[in-house]
């Protein structure tokens, strides 16, 4: 059975996620769509945290079930268009397909993939579910099974030299990619193995042209913050939650590269302006669970339950997943 701390955090994810499809009482509305801390990242990392307590090992069959019921329906809540009608307006008024997963949209395509991965580690059958509806319009309509999910974030990677999938704007960014190697890599499990080796090409991108080095001076942290697809390179600058993000997602997939860029993050987290940012303090405490880095771990964390906004719908989600031990728990 779990642990009265852990039922707590399984007692609140259910309670969030398991609402109404209409209602989203508990979630921050305010957070621009686009960036970190969305809506779609809400979605998601609670779900995550609901994963990992399903895949506790004292967990026992009803907690589990508790828990797959929680993350089927964040699965059915990250399709509703208000999730990702931002990105699908900017796609239309640019001229392009407004289909989130076929055209650009990988912070949600990969999140989608990542949740059903997480989906099928708890034992649901992703390949025989009902077809995904994501609804633009009337008569616009987009339906997917999480094969061809896969196949389509992995197509798109082929295409490009450096294995990275652009966005409307030719960009794209270490998070949102390393979510897309979350979803391939759950996935080869169940489907297609050689999807998950399609992410190879794209971690040769992050060693030679997004890690960062030289003098740790303030934009200097451990990763470019974008990577232009046209151009082959990455920006000259970082950003704290971007690398607090990208390494703690890259960190259960690809240890030993994260392990050489953390030092760089911890430099830039001790500075106090950036210790302010309470995203940036959960993720962190996450990265640090990851490398197991225990002492880290419980200094930062003490510093996030402390933050005045560490209720915030995102910071809660990080420290029940941080308390389940983390992303790791599904691979």
Not at 77 to 96: C, K, S, T
Not at 101 to 121: E, R, V
Request: aromatic share 6%; hydrophobic share 45%; charged share 20%.
């Amino acid at each position: 059975m779990l642990s009265e701390h852990l039922l707590r955090h399984l007692n609140d994810v259910e309670q969030l996620l398991c609402q109404p499809i209409n209602r989203w009482e508990g979630f921050d509305l305010g957070v621009p769509e686009g960036s970190i801390g969305s809506l779609c990242d809400q979605i998601l990392y609670t779900s995550w945290a609901a994963s990992a307590m399903g895949l506790h090992t004292e967990a026992t069959p009803d907690q589990r079930a508790r828990a797959t019921k929680s993350l089927l329906a964040a699965i059915d809540r990250l399709i509703q268009r208000r999730v990702w009608a931002h990105w699908a307006n900017a796609a239309e008024r640019a001229g392009e397909n407004p289909d989130p997963i076929a055209t650009g949209n990988i912070p949600f395509a990969g999140a989608l993939a990542t949740m059903l991965g997480l989906a099928a580690a708890l034992g649901v059958q992703t390949a025989q579910t009902p077809l995904l509806t994501l609804r633009w319009s009337h008569d616009t309509v987009y339906s997917y099974t999480h094969p061809q999910i896969l196949a389509t974030l992995a197509a798109q990677m082929r295409v490009e030299q450096g294995g990275a999938i652009a966005t409307l704007d030719k960009t794209t960014s270490p998070s949102a990619m390393a979510l897309v190697l979350w979803g391939l890599r759950l996935g080869a499990a169940n489907f297609d193995p050689e999807q998950a080796l399609v992410g190879e090409r794209w971690i040769e991108t992050v060693r030679e042209k997004l890690a960062l080095s030289g003098p740790r001076i303030a934009g200097r942290g451990a990763l470019a913050a974008t990577y232009h697809i046209e151009r082959r390179r990455g920006g000259l600058w970082s950003n704290p939650l971007e690398d607090a993000v990208a390494l703690t997602l890259m960190a259960p997939l690809e240890p030993d590269l994260v392990r050489g860029l953390a030092p760089r993050h911890w430099t830039t987290v001790s500075r106090s302006n950036t210790a302010e940012s309470i995203l940036v303090l959960a993720f962190s405490t996450l990265l640090a669970t990851e490398l197991n880095e225990s002492e880290r771990a419980t200094q930062l964390s003490a510093a996030l339950e402390a933050h005045p906004k560490c209720n915030l719908p995102l910071p809660r989600a990080l420290i029940a997943l941080t308390a389940a031990g983390g992303l790791a728990k599904a691979l």
